[in-house]
């Protein structure tokens, strides 16, 4: 579970059904003078301002955490390459050949060593999600024909992680699976 | 005076919509329920009922603003009844034939059908083209829509007027109101991405009728599926602000809102924001130019100044400490915008690319554009909708459904939303006809949705035999 991101939107949410109930209930209340907002105008100027700062600090701090910036100055020491078809993933140590396309049965990397996976299809779009051993979702990418989308990530847990394609890719999309193992 | 051929015009599109909004939300409970494998469904009817509930629900939605925006209109200028009637008409041949196109012809490529998904996904070999023509007929006539009230206005105002420019200098002698400057950028917008759905159309047709001689690129197909996609569904939102723009001030008894410079400059802004905010939906093509990944970001965070900034600010100040005439009309607009904001939070949550990177293809995607949908936009129009058939009707409302209308949307809609959000946060993927047993929360929390969106459900119905009654009435009165 990515707790965070849950508690955040539940922070900003509360903050916000908050403000929005206790404007409601001043319109309700019966002692009000109907005096309304004062220099609402003004206030309003301000609101925007202020929202346009929080929103650029919150763009310069996670815009650099995308994940084309990530281990980007360095060099992987391992390559997978995956092929996505319907409704499975070939994954292999070496380029795949797309008109007979065959993919290792195993696929082992070592933990805290640098992976790059090169990733595309051969028929359809498809996702290319990995899941952690707990099946909490780490990294992903899209496996799209004609393209190929390299994914660098640095596994820091051993144990069993799985692929689960996150792109709607047809009627067996639900079973479309692969794994991996981290030493 | 609005005229009579209006009012019955805007009523047959009150009825409509909210048929097939009950048929669709049905179609969205059945796909819950079957993933809480209370009901079973074969992947192929599952994700047949997907696409049919995706496209049907952007459909209605975005029908159901441009009726509210037509009507209102006719306050300013004076729209064309065939346009109107002739969107009716394509809207309806459109959605059969998607119907047929899907239910028959068992085409499940999805709502977005992205390429080459619809060339590979069907069980009838005609069901592709139907369905790429249903697209084609819906387009055309909203095109027709849109550009006749774009026409329309500008028989009144100037270009800088309608665009609101001259508040930009001191002193502005003409006045624009601000209905017509959100219907004008949100128009300009639609025309923008129904034009991209053109050359969308255009290209996968060369593809289906050359027979593989002419094969497309499949991310500029992706890039102009969502500039098409995520614009219309953004758009209709902004459908909707327009109507609370003109209608919650008179609901409520307080003055009109104005046009002030910065409300101009913010909706001009928006109209470059909301065309380039689409990019969103390619985060996670790597091959993407990261230029326009970073401006996918950029533009999502801003969309939210004007719109959220503005509207929510104007809001709060005609409501604070103010007294208020309150009935359910300008009680669904206030809580359309408070969920038009909660959703919003959770999209922008989503469109930070580093968050993207977890949360891309679960069931968060659902969970936030069903908020500012299901808890948004639609209670704008049910806002408008119950605004209107009360508007005729020489009997006021008694009010005693009112507290209960609302409580089955609110509480329906917060229950059926956080069985998503938390479905999301667990990594649980979207657009899944059955799951995994490696998630042991997906089928519980699915079960929880489809049982709230049955609360929510009964509140849609108690509106639609409420609001129904008196548009059916207004069809078929004599007089005007």
Redesign the interface.
């Given at each position: 579970m990515h707790y965070s991101i849950l508690v955040l939107f539940l922070i900003l949410a509360v903050i916000s059904i908050s403000v929005f109930v206790y404007v409601f209930l001043t319109s309700k209340s019966n002692d009000n003078q109907s005096t309304g907002m004062a220099n609402a105008l003004q206030k309003r100027f301000w609101f925007i301002l202020i929202l346009l700062v929080i929103l650029c600090i919150f763009a310069s701090v996670t815009i650099p955490k995308s994940p084309y910036y990530q281990f980007a100055d360095k060099q992987p020491s391992k390559v997978i390459h995956v092929a996505a078809q319907q409704f499975n993933f070939i994954m292999s140590n070496n380029a795949i050949d797309p008109k007979s396309p065959v993919g290792d049965a195993y696929i082992t990397v070592d933990a805290n060593e640098l992976v790059e996976f090169r990733v595309t299809s051969l028929d359809v779009n498809h996702g290319f999600a990995i899941y952690d051993p707990a099946f909490k979702l780490i990294a992903q990418t899209q496996a799209m024909p004609g393209y190929i989308n390299r994914l660098r990530y640095q596994f820091k847990e051993p144990g069993l992680y799985h692929i689960l394609c996150l792109e709607y890719c047809g009627m067996a999309h639900q079973v479309m699976r692969s794994y991996f193992t981290v030493k | 005076m609005i005229a009579s051929r209006l009012k019955k015009i805007t009523s047959l599109w009150v009825v409509i919509v909210l048929l097939l909004f009950v048929i669709s939300i049905i179609l969205g409970i059945l796909m819950r329920l079957n993933q809480g494998d209370v009901i079973q469904l074969s992947?192929?009817t599952f994700?047949t009922d997907m696409t049919v509930h995706g496209l049907t629900m952007i459909s209605i939605w975005y029908v159901a603003g441009m009726a509210a925006v037509n009507f209102i209109m006719e306050r300013y200028v004076t729209t064309s009844k065939p346009a109107n009637i002739i969107a009716l008409v394509f809207t309806l041949i459109g959605v059969l034939m998607l119907w047929a196109s899907t239910f028959i012809g068992k085409f499940?490529?999805?709502w977005t059908f992205?390429?080459?998904?619809p060339f590979?996904?069907m069980l009838k070999a005609w069901a592709t083209p139907l369905f790429l023509f249903s697209i084609a007929v819906l387009g055309v006539g909203w095109l027709i829509w849109c550009v006749s009230l774009i026409a329309g206005m500008l028989k009144k105002y100037s270009l800088a007027q309608v665009f609101a420019w001259q508040y930009f200098r001191k002193g502005p002698k003409t006045e624009t109101p601000p209905f017509i400057l959100i219907s004008m950028i949100t128009l300009v917008g639609i025309v923008t991405c129904l034009l991209a759905a053109v050359i969308l159309l255009v290209l996968l047709f060369a593809e289906y009728f050359s027979k593989g001689a002419f094969v497309n690129?499949?991310?500029l197909i992706?890039n102009l599926t969502y500039f098409f996609g995520h614009t219309i569904a953004n758009e209709m939102l902004y459908l909707g602000l327009a109507v609370i723009y003109e209608l919650f001030a008179e609901i409520s008894g307080k003055p009109k809102w104005k046009t002030?410079w910065?409300v101009a400059l913010?909706w001009n802004c928006t109209l470059f924001f909301i065309l380039t905010a689409f990019f969103h939906h390619l985060?996670?093509?790597?091959?993407q130019p990261?230029g326009l990944?970073?401006l996918g970001?950029?533009a999502s965070?801003?969309a939210?100044?004007p719109a959220?900034?503005?509207t929510v600010?104007?809001i709060?100040?005609a409501?604070?400490?103010?007294?208020?005439n309150?009935t359910l009309a300008n009680l669904l607009f206030?809580i359309g915008?408070?969920g038009w904001?909660?959703g919003g939070?959770?999209a922008v949550?989503d469109a930070?690319?580093?968050?993207n990177?977890?949360?891309?293809?679960?069931l968060?995607v659902p969970a936030h554009f069903h908020t500012y949908n299901a808890m948004g936009n639609v209670l704008f129009s049910l806002g408008f909708f119950y605004w209107f058939s009360f508007q005729f009707s020489n009997k006021m409302d008694d009010n005693k459904l009112s507290a209960l209308k609302l409580f089955f949307l609110v509480f329906g809609g917060i229950g059926f939303l956080a069985a998503f959000?938390?479905g999301g946060?667990?990594?649980i993927?979207?657009?899944?006809?059955?799951?995994?047993d490696?998630?042991p929360l997906a089928k519980t929390l699915a079960i929880i949705g489809g049982s709230f969106a049955t609360i929510y459900l009964i509140g849609i119905l108690l509106f639609f035999v409420n609001i129904s009654k008196r548009c059916v009435k207004i069809l078929f009165s004599r007089s005007s």
């Open positions: - | 992947p192929v994700y499940h490529a999805g992205l390429y080459p998904l590979k996904e690129d499949a991310l992706k002030t910065y913010a985060y996670m093509d790597f091959v990261e990944q970073i970001q950029l965070y801003l939210s100044l959220a900034g503005v600010f104007s709060v100040v409501i604070y400490r103010t007294k208020i309150w206030f915008v408070m904001v909660v939070l959770g949550i930070t690319i580093s968050n990177f977890v949360l891309h293809n679960t968060w959000y938390i946060a667990d990594s993927p979207r657009r899944y006809s059955n799951y995994p490696e998630f």
